[in-house]
């Protein structure tokens, strides 16, 4: 099983880009599609993106689809949330996660969860 850790939140402006990055340690992190969540405050759980284990598929929720990019390293084991253009809307805390083989939009079909990093995005 795999351990989750995300980094690279902050507080930035609208329009504002910001990489965020989920390191697993554990064994067979290749093994495991990953996938973004987020939430807002009083807001429900949403799907942002989600890769499969070897990166070949990728796919976005609509609102995220053509600013944010996920993207992943076996060697690293990493999976990164490049997001781009952001908006008021974005401000949430991401949280990465995995599970066993194909990708999910989700939230629980992931048993493995990271502890999330905060994404404020303000003007």
């Known amino acids: 099983q795999v351990h989750l850790v995300e980094s690279g939140g902050g507080l930035v402006h609208p329009g504002d880009s910001l990489r965020l990055s989920c390191a697993a340690s554990?064994?067979?992190?290749?093994?495991?599609?990953m996938g973004w969540f987020r939430q807002g405050s009083g807001k429900q759980f949403e799907f942002v993106a989600t890769?499969?284990?070897?990166?070949?598929?990728?796919d976005y929720a609509d609102s995220v689809k053509g600013r944010f990019t996920i993207s992943r390293d076996n060697a690293k084991n990493t999976v990164d949330l490049q997001m781009n253009s952001l908006k008021l809307e974005d401000t949430a805390v991401y949280y990465c996660?995995?599970?066993?083989?194909?990708?999910?939009?989700?939230?629980?079909?992931?048993?493995?969860w990271g502890h999330g990093t905060q994404v404020t995005v303000s003007s």
């Open positions: 554990g064994r067979a992190f290749s093994a495991y599609a």
């Open positions: 996660a995995a599970r066993a083989l194909e990708s999910s939009y989700y939230f629980h079909d992931y048993p493995i």
């Open positions: 890769i499969s284990w070897d990166g070949g598929e990728a």
